[in-house]
């Protein structure tokens, strides 16, 4: 969508743009609330701000829509479409890579009770699994703090893939 159509748009639609990148209501509502944008630069901006940082609420509702690394999102959504694309770069056909993704991600839902984050897009299947198994090491403390700067990577890679100038 284009920016200047975005201004437009009434409350509802300019949040039914939103969602797909982060499926977060208040992050979603501060970008609406500030329009209009004089520019996609401004509008990452306000973006940015409203996504540093995302609450731990928000970071466990967003994680029920992702998909685990390596497993294709399912569904014709903008989100499964976004993410599909996004995690071009895990090659399913690599196998010993995608079983070590399989049993990173069980190891660390297993252990942060949550499915594994990362900004995927541009990234190699093999970038993403030695991340994953860095990030098992960490404390809780530094894992949601990573995963929270993940999150804004992805809302804001997507929020520029949807609004134009």
Same mark, same amino acid.
């Given at each position: 969508? #284009?920016? /200047?159509?975005?201004? +437009? !748009? *009434?409350?509802?639609? %300019?949040?039914?743009?939103?969602? =797909? ?10 970008i ?9 630069d ?6 940015? #701000?409203? /996504?540093s940082?995302? +609450? !731990? *609420?928000?970071?466990? %509702?967003?994680?029920?829509?992702h =998909? ?6 399912d ?15 895990v ?10 993704? +399989? ?6 839902e297993?252990?942060f ?10 990234r ?16 809780d403390d530094e ?12 809302a804001?890679?997507r929020?520029?893939?949807v609004?134009?100038a």
């Open positions: 969508m #284009e920016l /200047a159509e975005f201004n +437009r !748009a *009434d409350h509802e639609t %300019a949040i039914a743009v939103l969602r =797909p990148c982060v499926d977060v209501t208040r992050w979603c509502e501060t609406v609330d500030h329009r209009p944008y004089t520019s996609v401004a509008l990452i901006v306000t973006a940015s #701000e409203a /996504a940082p995302f +609450r !731990a *609420d928000e970071i466990e %509702a967003a994680l029920a829509h =998909p685990r690394i390596g497993e294709r999102a569904g014709s959504s903008r989100e499964a479409s976004m993410s599909r694309s996004e995690q071009a770069g090659d399913p056909a690599d196998a010993a890579v995608q079983d070590a993704l +399989r049993e990173g991600n069980h190891a660390y297993e252990r009770g949550q499915v594994f984050l990362i900004r995927a897009a541009g190699r299947a093999d970038e993403i699994l030695a991340s994953l198994q860095t990030r098992l090491t960490h404390t894992e949601a703090s990573i995963v929270a700067q993940q999150l804004r990577e992805i804001l890679l929020l520029k893939g609004i134009t």
